[in-house]
């Protein structure tokens, strides 16, 4: 489960509001077609979303299994101009939802989840020190937010790195193998392509596919890393199969 911040604000709200599309867009052509039927309220950009994206993955998370949600979206009636939020039925919705999902963990994005299921605790200190919590029995671990302002701020890579550390150590594998140092090589008439990876950093395999097909096949590409499922699962004894670079 993975809290975001305040369903009003842009960036925070659009995480949860554009998180369906995580499994179905694979390009910012796709994404920018879907958003160009939406007015500039609803619009989220592709690198905004994209970072979302990359970083779930990274942190191992299975998409089909992850619910998202934000901590701020019950407000007192007629507040919407001025985002005057009702805490405590805030917070009464909030531990609704985590009783109706019970998650294995939860990933609170930002000091605003945790302000507001445990306002005596200090989030600076918690995510720095790399401690986790504990909210109806479910360990929760901080993070910085990821989008907006977040990444601007002072220590954020460096409490990303201790966050992303506690969560892929709790979030069991997706059934997704992680191949790294993906070296291409386009061959005659730039139409095959012949990739060598390492993966599991004890293994070596090397595949061949055909650039003409389209499509993908549960792959995706991600900033020098290449997943998918492990290949004797996808291809069977063959080692064709589409791919889109």
Known sequence: MVISQDSLSRDAGSIVLFAHLFNEINSQGEYDFYISGLNENQNFGYKNWRMVRDQFIRWN???????????????????WKDGDFDRVRSKILLEREINICEPDLIIMLGAKPLNLLKKKLKYSSIVEKGETISVKGIECVMSPFITGQGPTQRNYKKRLDIASEIIRSRVVAHPLVVYQHLLVERLAGGIDVCAAVRFNVQECA????????????????????????????????????????
Do not use: M, W
């Not at 055909?210 to 291809?235: M, S, W």
């Open 61 to 79: 998370i299975d998409l089909d299994f992850c619910y998202i949600t934000d901590a701020a979206k019950v407000y007192k009636e007629g507040s």
């Open 206 to 245: 090397v595949f061949h596919v055909d650039k003409t097909l389209q499509g993908t096949a549960g792959i995706v590409g991600l900033e020098g890393y290449l997943l998918f499922y492990p290949l004797a699962a996808l291809f069977g004894n063959s080692l064709q199969r589409q791919l889109v670079f």
